[in-house]
C-alpha cells in the first residue's frame, strides 16, 4: 500500500470518526494502524473500534482519473463523462459491498464505503439508499456509506453525509 492511499484511509477514517462521535456522544481518537484488516484502529477508553475503509466510484475511469490526480500523474485526465452516473454509482456500491462481505474481519470491525460523489448530491443518493444491495450475513458491526457532497440545485448545502446501511 502506497502513501496516498494510507493517507486517504485516515482521512475517511477521521472523518467518519468525528461525524460518528458527535451522533452517539462517543469520543473515539485514533490509535493506529490495524493489521490490515482492519485498516484503522480507534479507541475510547476501553472501548475500540476498528476500521475497514473501501471506495465505491462512478465506475473504473472515475476512479483511475481520481487515483491518478491524487498521486499527481503527468497525463491524468481531468474530466470524467458518463451515461446513466447515478445508476452506475449504485451498482459500484453494490460490487464493493458484494466484495468486501465475502472477506473474513475481527469481530466487532465496521465498514466504512466512502464515496466522492462529484455529480450527485446528498439528496438523490438519499433517494437510491433502497437500491444498494447489502450482503444478508456479511462480517461486519456495521456499515456506513458516507462522502463529501456537492450542494444541490434544489437549495440543500453540500457537506459530510453518512448513512448506516446495516
Not at 40 to 56: C, D, F, K, W
Request: hydrophobic residues 35%; glycine residues 8%.
Amino acid at each position: 500500500m502506497d502513501s496516498i492511499q494510507e493517507q486517504h484511509e485516515r482521512a475517511v477514517g477521521d472523518t467518519f470518526i468525528e461525524w460518528y462521535n458527535k451522533q452517539s456522544g462517543t469520543e473515539f481518537k485514533y490509535h493506529g494502524r490495524g493489521a490490515d484488516p482492519p485498516d484503522l484502529i480507534y479507541r475510547s477508553g476501553s472501548q475500540q473500534m476498528l476500521l475497514e475503509i473501501t471506495a465505491g466510484y462512478y465506475d473504473t475511469n472515475n476512479a483511475t482519473m481520481l487515483w491518478q490526480n491524487a498521486r499527481s500523474v503527468a497525463g491524468a485526465a481531468d474530466i470524467w463523462i458518463s451515461k446513466n452516473p447515478d445508476q452506475k454509482l449504485i451498482e459500484s456500491i453494490d460490487a464493493t459491498l458484494a466484495k468486501k462481505c465475502g472477506n473474513q474481519y475481527p469481530a466487532n470491525c465496521v465498514l466504512v464505503v466512502s464515496l466522492c460523489p462529484d455529480i450527485t448530491d446528498a439528496e438523490e443518493l438519499d433517494a437510491m439508499i433502497p437500491q444498494v444491495k447489502v450482503p444478508v450475513d456479511h462480517p461486519f458491526a456495521n456499515i456506513y456509506l458516507c462522502g463529501i457532497f456537492p450542494a444541490s440545485s434544489s437549495g440543500s448545502c453540500g457537506g459530510y453525509y453518512c448513512w448506516k446501511l446495516a
